[in-house]
């Protein structure tokens, strides 16, 4: 799996966008680009994946350079509620590329 | 859809004890993953089934842990004996495989600590 690089940590307002981004430079043509997040005490929770389109979600939006080797990851209004680790992956499509591997995350903390 | 269940969510044993945790995927999903979650080494992969066979079990720290996947809507997780260093939280995750669009659904883990 291609390795992503992402600020240990991250602040924003309640209310404002949060922008989370990450590095995948060694990125392959086959790899997607996987958002997950964990709120404290809980199971990591999907958010948004994508290829080489921006995606968006109920929950969010992906932004991925042309060139792929970064994206973006857009809460367009946190709240207090999305204080979270959040977490980019690279991974293949199919076959034995079923490994999430997980690396240390972002931590965003939205504040009042 | 109940999502990922596990049990118990939190346990706590003596060193030296059987420890077995418990999964239920979600319905139709025929992967399966068992992670483990600590402070120092964060979330690592323990073991991979796809449809109930062990496909990659390389993350299991040693011959203490097995897991078995008897059918498709229950897995085990099973610690024998335990010790204090197995103190984590595992989660258990599902997934269509096959689907490169499937993002895994995780459950909410079992807290555990060994005394």
């Known amino acids: 799996d291609a390795k992503t690089t992402q600020p240990p940590s991250m602040d924003c307002a309640e209310g404002r966008a949060a922008n989370l981004p990450c590095n995948h430079s060694?990125?392959?043509?086959?790899?997607?680009v996987y958002w997950y997040r964990q709120i404290h005490s809980q199971g990591p929770q999907y958010i948004i994946h994508?290829?080489?389109n921006n995606e968006t979600n109920e929950m969010a939006s992906l932004i991925i350079t042309e060139d792929r080797k970064s994206s973006t990851l857009i809460l367009p209004h946190a709240t207090l509620r999305d204080t979270a680790v959040y977490y980019c992956?690279?991974?293949?499509?199919?076959?034995?590329?079923?490994?999430?591997?997980f690396g240390k995350g972002t931590l965003l903390t939205v504040n009042p | 859809d109940a999502g990922v269940i596990q049990s118990p969510r939190h346990e706590v044993t003596e060193m030296g004890q059987e420890v077995t945790l418990r999964c239920k995927p979600i319905?139709?999903?025929?992967?399966l993953f068992w992670y483990r979650q600590t402070m120092m080494r964060g979330l690592e992969l323990l073991i991979y089934?796809?449809?109930?066979?062990?496909?990659?079990d390389s993350g299991m720290p040693e011959d203490r842990f097995s897991a078995k996947m008897p059918n498709a809507s229950f897995s085990t997780l099973k610690i024998q004996p335990s010790e204090p260093r197995d103190s984590a939280v595992y989660f258990c995750?599902?997934?269509?495989?096959?689907?490169?669009?499937?993002?895994?659904?995780f459950g909410s883990g079992t807290r555990l600590t060994v005394v």
């Open positions: 994508g290829l080489k």
């Open positions: 319905s139709g999903h025929n992967s």
């Open positions: 060694t990125i392959s043509g086959n790899e997607y």
């Open positions: 992956i690279v991974r293949g499509s199919g076959g034995s590329n079923y490994k999430l591997t």
């Open positions: 995750a599902s997934s269509l495989s096959g689907a490169a669009n499937y993002g895994y659904t």
């Open positions: 089934f796809n449809n109930n066979v062990p496909i990659d």
